[in-house]
T-cell receptor
Framework: NAGVTQTPKFQVLKTGQSMTLQCAQD?????MSWYRQDPGMGLRLIHY???????DQGEVPNGYNVSRSTTEDFPLRLLSAAPSQTSVYFC?????????????FGPGTRLTVL | QQQVKQSPQSLIVQKGGISIINCAYE??????FPWYQQFPGKGPALLIA?????SEKKEGRFTISFNKSAKQFSLHIMDSQPGDSATYFC????????????FGAGTRLTVKP
């Protein structure tokens, strides 16, 4: 199993550009989430999905869109990048049926918006 | 405002010493308290977790102590090793809201040989 994979690892954007961060998992997990990690802030939840076709907002959703057409994939879209979106982005997945609902994180995407 | 407050921001410990990281939370509905370990360039990985029906949980050199009345919990790393050098995050969540995990700001631990 590859676990949770994310692409790209690094990305530099100019203000106003759009892009999609890719996330895929091969563990057949129902739950998937996107977090951003900023110095001194820990990880903050952007959007999450409890299954294919179902998404919801987290703590900091503004400026981001998501969709969940399959169990495996959960892309995060930045429609018009802003310098405030410079961050490290982590995708995570979990299986609520396993009780403790451990979240498995991907390796992250480091995004810089100029 | 952060619902989970973590201290210290950074910690330096000698090899063989005890590392202690503290967290405090505000929401009394939280009932799941994990600790994550993150190495540079990697995503966080679950280290150990506790529910509020117990006051302590131990796994190898790692122990969580939980004080429900004070709304505090801490991670103790016994016999700290250089390989433990990483950033540690505490977190908290309500079981009824499986995806709304609230994280502390993180503690960068350095264990000197």
């Amino acid at each position: 199993n590859a676990g949770v994979t994310q692409t790209p690892k690094f990305q530099v954007l100019k203000t106003g550009q759009s892009m999609t961060l890719q996330c895929a998992q091969d563990m057949n997990h129902e739950y998937m989430s996107w977090y951003r990690q900023d110095p001194g802030m820990g990880l903050r939840l952007i959007h999450y999905s409890v299954g294919a076709g179902i998404t919801d907002q987290g703590e900091v959703p503004n400026g981001y869109n998501v969709s969940r057409s399959t169990t495996e994939d959960f892309p995060l879209r930045l429609l018009s990048a802003a310098p405030s979106q410079t961050s490290v982005y982590f995708c995570a997945s979990s299986d609520p049926g396993q009780g403790i609902n451990e979240q498995f994180f991907g390796p992250g995407t480091r995004l810089t918006v100029l | 405002q952060q619902q989970v407050k973590q201290s210290p921001q950074s910690l330096i410990v000698q090899k063989g010493g005890i590392s202690i990281i503290n967290c405090a939370y505000e929401n009394t509905a939280f009932d799941y308290f994990p600790w994550y370990q993150q190495f540079p360039g990697k995503g966080p990985a679950l280290l150990i977790a506790i529910r509020p029906d117990v006051s302590e949980k131990k796994e190898g050199r790692f122990t969580i102590s939980f004080n429900k009345s004070a709304k505090q919990f801490s991670l103790h790393i016994m016999d700290s090793q250089p390989g433990d050098s990483a950033t540690y995050f505490c977190a908290a969540r309500e079981s009824t809201d499986n995806n709304d995990m609230r994280f502390g700001a993180g503690t960068r631990l350095t264990v000197k040989p």
